[in-house]
T-cell receptor
Framework: DTGVSQDPRHKITKRGQNVTFRCDPI?????LYWYRQTLGQGPEFLTY????????KSRLLSDRFSAERPKGSFSTLEIQRTEQGDSAMYLC????????????FGPGTRLTVL | AQTVTQSQPEMSVQEAETVTLSCTYD???????LFWYKQPPSRQMILVIR??????QNATENRFSVNFQKAAKSFSLKISDSQLGDTAMYFC??????????????FGKGTLLTVNP
């Protein structure tokens, strides 16, 4: 069990550019979550996958955001036409549906939009 | 919708002493989990302790224990024998269980705990 990994750990981009983040969950976990955390706040839910199906998207997830989880393994989160307000830490978490609710978090990708 | 409130943005405690972090929540659900997560500086979030709402007994994990008051919708975390490694941001979180749940976590804003030598 190598834990949840995220890549890249840091991303600096210019406004208007597209960025893509990757999350590799714990291998036997069928649920995967994306959260966004801004400075001084707790993480906020963005979206949730069970296996390869995206079952819920938060209203925080504008049309510029898209997430995928092909084959129910790793997931990608893409932000198109980035804005300065997108600057945040993007956290990925995974869990097992037969577990006790615990979500295991990755180290996050810190996005800075200049 | 659920809300989680942590009214203490920052707290400090001396090493080896006991500290209590407060959390209140608002929900109309009856079946849920409550969690305390710890986020050390520049490190990833890890689970400290979990409480299932249907259990009356307060959860305990080594030096960490909770005081769960379901009627009052209160869920405080007590850390005994504080250690320097306990310095971190602590988040209280709520998760709905059962039918219709998406199992998402709703977090409070966090309490920054500093343990002083």
């Amino acid at each position: 069990d190598t834990g949840v990994s995220q890549d890249p750990r840091h991303k600096i981009t210019k406004r208007g550019q597209n960025v893509t983040f990757r999350c590799d969950p714990i291998s036997e976990h069928n649920r995967l979550y994306w959260y966004r955390q801004t400075l001084g706040q707790g993480p906020e839910f963005l979206t949730y996958f069970q296996n390869e199906a995206q079952l819920e998207k938060s209203r925080l997830l504008s049309d510029r955001f898209s997430a995928e989880r092909p084959k129910g393994s790793f997931s990608t989160l893409e932000i198109q036409r980035t804005e300065q307000g997108d600057s945040a830490m993007y956290l990925c978490a995974s869990s097992f549906s037969l577990g006790l609710g615990e979500q295991f978090f990755g180290p996050g990708t810190r996005l800075t939009v200049l | 919708a659920q809300t989680v409130t942590q009214s203490q943005p920052e707290m400090s405690v001396q090493e080896a002493e006991t500290v209590t972090l407060s959390c209140t929540y608002d929900t109309s659900e009856n079946n849920y989990y409550l969690f305390w997560y710890k986020q050390p500086p520049s490190r990833q979030m890890i689970l400290v302790i979990r409480q299932e709402a249907y259990k009356q007994q307060n959860a305990t994990e080594n030096r960490f224990s909770v005081n769960f008051q379901k009627a009052a919708k209160s869920f405080s975390l007590k850390i005994s024998d504080s250690q320097l490694g306990d310095t971190a941001m602590y988040f209280c979180a709520f998760m709905k269980r059962g039918g219709g749940s998406n199992y998402k976590l709703t977090f409070g804003k966090g309490t920054l705990l500093t343990v002083n030598p």
